[in-house]
């Protein structure tokens, strides 16, 4: 009996923190929608992550353009069936 409360209290704990670790990692990443291509919303996150990536490249480009132009390629791959 002991174990299984012991247990029961660790699994407990640990969804516990994984919940207060979303909730505190969770506003870093909520972005508002920036663009909504064909229906598709690009959010301030989504350019943010992109424009880290190009830095990380050390590549130049326009991360909000990108972003534009890939929804469009994946919207017109998913159009002809091409995954």
């Known amino acids: 009996m002991r174990k ?12 516990a923190s994984s919940v207060s670790v979303t909730a505190v990692v969770q506003p870093a990443f ?10 598709i919303p690009i959010t301030t996150g989504d350019i943010a992550h992109r424009a880290a990536f ?8 326009d991360a909000k ?7 469009l ?3 017109e791959a998913k159009r002809l069936g091409i995954h």
Do not use: C, P
């Open 4 to 15: 299984y409360l012991f247990s029961a209290g660790l699994a407990l704990l640990v969804a």
């Open 30 to 39: 909520a972005a508002e929608i920036k663009y909504v291509v064909n229906g």
């Open 54 to 61: 190009f830095k990380l490249q050390h590549k130049k480009g």
């Open 65 to 71: 353009e990108e972003m534009i132009d890939q929804t």
């Open 73 to 75: 390629r994946l919207a």
